[in-house]
């Protein structure tokens, strides 16, 4: 079966689930690459994903991972048949993939807006059309519980999803609500794809879809 794999939030131990990627036609990674976003740590990583057996390797960045922010792309060495995303789309196989690595501002971190007008501008930019949504941070209310039950995801993020409408949203970030779900009402499958739970430990499994179940009709 021709089936795509979603990962997120590796934060530098990604060697620990390397035993359950299998391979085949493509993987996703929601961001958090590293654990402080240096450039040692996003070369290893790289290093690492360009390695896997998948014909498709795409990625986008997260809060942690400053370097991407910080540095050009070309700073980096992007292994052949891997891809990044950042605030851009690329179409592989006939799927429309968009990638975003913002998350509403908390904190010191790497790629954050705040809430309200200035990150639903970044929303706005999302095309219609996209068949797979990747972005770091999820949409309110959905996934987005942390360790305090505080639902921390971007109300204006899910506006725009149910606008749009992608076969597929994927991110993480909020490592304690790892899973998956289907809204049958917008059509819409969401996967918090984080590996890594609250403590930090690599014990979630990655997150398989069929193709068809990630291309819209
Ligand atoms: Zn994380």
Same mark, same amino acid.
């Given at each position: 079966?021709?089936?795509?794999?979603?990962?997120?939030?590796?934060?530098?131990?990604?060697?620990?689930?390397?035993?359950?990627?299998?391979?085949?036609?493509?993987?996703?990674?929601?961001?958090?690459?590293?654990?402080?976003?240096?450039?040692?740590?996003?070369?290893?990583?790289?290093?690492?994903?360009?390695?896997?057996?998948?014909?498709?390797?795409?990625?986008?960045?997260?809060?942690?991972?400053?370097?991407?922010?910080?540095?050009?792309?070309?700073?980096?060495? @992007? +292994?052949? /048949?891997?891809?990044? &995303?950042?605030?851009?789309?690329?179409?592989? #196989?006939? $799927?429309?993939?968009?990638?975003?690595?913002?998350?509403?501002?908390?904190?010191?971190?790497?790629?954050?807006?705040?809430?309200?007008?200035?990150?639903?501008?970044?929303?706005?930019? @999302? +095309?219609? /059309?996209?068949?797979? &949504?990747?972005?770091?941070?999820?949409?309110? #209310?959905? $996934?987005?519980?942390?360790?305090?039950?505080?639902?921390?995801?971007?109300?204006?993020?899910?506006?725009?999803?149910?606008?749009?409408?992608?076969?597929?949203?994927?991110?993480?970030? @909020?490592?304690?609500?790892?899973?998956?779900?289907?809204?049958?009402?917008?059509?819409?499958?969401?996967?918090?794809?984080?590996?890594?739970?609250?403590?930090?430990?690599?014990?979630?499994?990655?997150?398989?879809?069929?193709?068809?179940?990630?291309?819209?009709?």
């Amino acid at each position: 079966m021709k089936k795509i794999t979603f990962i997120s939030d590796t934060h530098g131990i990604h060697k620990d689930i390397e035993s359950q990627l299998d391979g085949g036609f493509m993987i996703i990674h929601a961001g958090d690459v590293t654990s402080m976003g240096h450039t040692k740590e996003i070369r290893g990583f790289l290093k690492w994903f360009g390695s896997l057996p998948y014909q498709y390797k795409v990625f986008i960045a997260g809060n942690h991972d400053f370097g991407l922010q910080n540095y050009p792309l070309e700073h980096f060495n @992007i +292994p052949s /048949g891997v891809f990044y &995303l950042q605030d851009s789309m690329i179409e592989i #196989d006939g $799927l429309k993939i968009y990638g975003s690595p913002y998350c509403p501002t908390f904190g010191r971190w790497a790629f954050m807006k705040n809430r309200g007008k200035e990150i639903a501008e970044v929303w706005s930019k @999302i +095309p219609e /059309g996209i068949d797979i &949504l990747v972005t770091h941070g999820p949409p309110m #209310d959905i $996934l987005d519980m942390n360790l305090y039950e505080v639902n921390c995801g971007c109300k204006d993020l899910l506006a725009r999803v149910e606008t749009i409408k992608p076969k597929i949203h994927v991110f993480g970030h @909020i490592h304690e609500n790892h899973g998956s779900m289907h809204s049958s009402s917008r059509g819409i499958t969401f996967i918090n794809a984080s590996n890594l739970n609250e403590d930090y430990q690599c014990v979630n499994k990655p997150i398989y879809r069929s193709y068809e179940d990630c291309k819209k009709i």
